[in-house]
């Protein structure tokens, strides 16, 4: 199965590029990048292959392929994919307008071709242990949770994260749909309102940083939210909070994290998906970092991917998640705006 | 000169009062008087500190300058204004009130009659929170983003299971997540708007309650104020988690736990009547609380918190309660009713 990646613009293709080379049966075929100078750093980085253009990549007929580009340009390249009959895994958040996510939605169903959306979440093997328990039925009633996905600043990797006209928004867009993602799938129901407050107090304007690898500094105007606290309700009566701020600083021990914490019938339940680390602490640099040693979430959600392309059946996450989690964000937003409950 | 010894009555004997009197026994003013529903832990108490049991708050106030409010929330109101009535000082177990009507007049009436009126808000006392609020207030971590702070218990019982009567103790979140709306509004400032979820008010009949509350803060911080009496017994938890424009700071009492203790024998855990927080220290506290009272009542030391502290720590927990009613945001300002 010949795969390639449309755009290096989001860092998780970083790691995708390494999880497709893992899967035996997979041909990375390279990548394509509209950002010249960003295609040739990560082609020679990852030592693949580089066409020209997307067209160059699709005119080769691969089965399928992976959309990383800024949030706000997926729709043009997964339509573009459709048009060549190529299978796509899009990067989250599926689109940043409710018009974009239908748009790509019809056109990989008139051209008969899949469209997954990238929740590795999922695939995360302690959240799945949760969800195996509460089908069991082991905790009981679920009444509510308190849920964290905080990250860096995404700036050091890719500057495009703090410009709304490529990211459409700041930290409830990046961050908001994995953990509603998370909680709809295993709860099996969906949300019926968001309440949400957000602010900017950190990284109040320009912020200067190094992009990884690359010797260019930029000098970013950071015009996004940069904290977010949302209240969602469920249609089960159950409510969940979503902290998706970017408070972990540049030199917190790792990127981030994502957490939560439920209390139900039987009492209460911890789940934290990125604490199997190993403590690394070094004197040159001096530096501490905790080094991940659990099971690999994207890895996992690949090879989903990939199973559902060659056994012709839909992917474990759909597009229409890919279009829930976006409405809900899209809402928060509407809250932060009118200071009210939003219903879905 | 020798200044006259301070003489303090205590009033109400439950978990909390027994924990003052022996804060009060630490310092130099002298508990000379008890009342309490419950004669036979005051004759315990009174025999311990050599104090005086009376069988009503006024046959007690002649004889002290400090009566220290240690009974179900609703009924400090009254107690106090009878304090002040008779031209003695009050230290107040938190919430200030039942109400903020309440509250409100607690204040006034103390102001008028020249008394002094200190409310309990005990977490400004424990060296975890006060450490977090002078480096944040001395500028470590930039300006103030996004605070989050969670309090988790099992459900405490007390007299008559008071705490559990919506009346008189305004449940959990009155009761409990308080402490963190007074450290949120110490750390942030004014709070403008809360919105908040319990499970008492969406699964009346589970038989534990839990909430979630944002708070937005004049100045734009927000707050996410976590509440809990719903975790099996012995397990207390408490976190703080602060980012400012220039950092981060974090407590986590999972992971500031000195000691552990594991033991073979299976024996049932019991569920202390009233959970508290405890930490190895050389001094609790709630007796490192009492002894700034103390030098404030005795000696005019300034002091960290102040009644105005606990009736607006009391407006949150109001517009909290009220916000997971309606299923709306309050505005603290705009409240259809304090009283």
Known sequence: ????????????????????????????????????????????????????DYAAMLATKPDAVLVCSENTRHRPLVEMAAAAGVHVLCEKPLATTAEDASAMIAACEKAGVMLMTAFPMRF????????????????????????????QIPLDYRPWFVDPE???????????????????????????????????????EEVSTNAAGLSIVYAEE???????????????????????????PLNYPTWGGLSLEMISERGLTIVDAFKQNLNVFTENPIGHSWAYWGSDANQAMIEEFVAAIKENREPAVTARDGQIGLDITLAAYESVRTGQPVSL | ???????????????????HAHAWDQTAANLCGIVSRSEETAQTLARQYDATVYESLDSMLPHIDVLDICTPTDLHHEMALAAAAAGVHVVCEKPLARTAKHAQEMI???????????????????PEYALAQKKIASGDIGDVAVIRLKRGSSQPVGENKWFLDQEKSGGMILDLMIHDFD?????????????????????????????????????GVISHIEGSWAYPPPLFRTQIEVAGSNGFIQHDSDKTAATAMYFHESKTVEAPSVPLPSSPLHEDPYTTQIKAFYQHLQHDEPLRVSAADGLAALKIGLAALQSARTGLPVNIREMESVS
């Open chain 2, 183 to 219: 450290f949120a509004r110490w750390l942030g400032g004014e709070v403008e708007t809360v919105f908040a979820k319990s499970v008492r008010q969406e699964n009346p009949e589970a038989e534990v309650d839990h909430a979630l509350a944002i708070l937005t803060h004049k100045n």
């Open chain 2, 108 to 126: 006034d009436v103390c102001d008028a009659a020249g008394v002094k009126l200190l409310v309990a808000q005990v977490v400004r006392f424990f």
């Open chain 1, 222 to 248: 950071v015009a996004v939210e940069t904290a977010g606290l949302a209240m969602l309700t469920f249609e089960n009566g159950v409510f969940a909070t979503i902290d998706c701020s970017w408070t972990k």
């Open chain 1, 1 to 52: 199965m010949r795969i390639g990646i449309m755009s290096f613009a989001h860092l998780h293709a970083e790691a995708y590029i390494e999880n497709l080379r893992a899967i035996p049966e997979v041909e990375m075929i390279g990548i394509a990048d509209e950002d010249v100078d960003r295609g040739r750093l990560y082609a020679e980085q990852f030592d693949a292959h580089l066409f020209p």
């Open chain 2, 1 to 19: 000169m020798m200044d006259k010894q301070l003489r303090i009555g205590l009033i109400g004997t439950g978990a909390m009062g027994q924990t």
């Open chain 1, 166 to 204: 490529l990211s459409g928004g700041g930290a409830l867009i990046d961050h908001i749909v994995h953990l509603a993602d998370v909680m709809r799938w295993s709860f099996g129901c969906e949300v019926t309102s968001v309440y949400a407050q957000a602010n900017q107090i950190m990284y109040p």
């Open chain 1, 124 to 151: 995360s093997a302690p959240l799945q242990q949760l969800k195996a328990q509460i089908n069991q039925g082991n905790l009981g009633k679920i009444y509510c949770l308190n849920t964290v996905n905080q990250g």
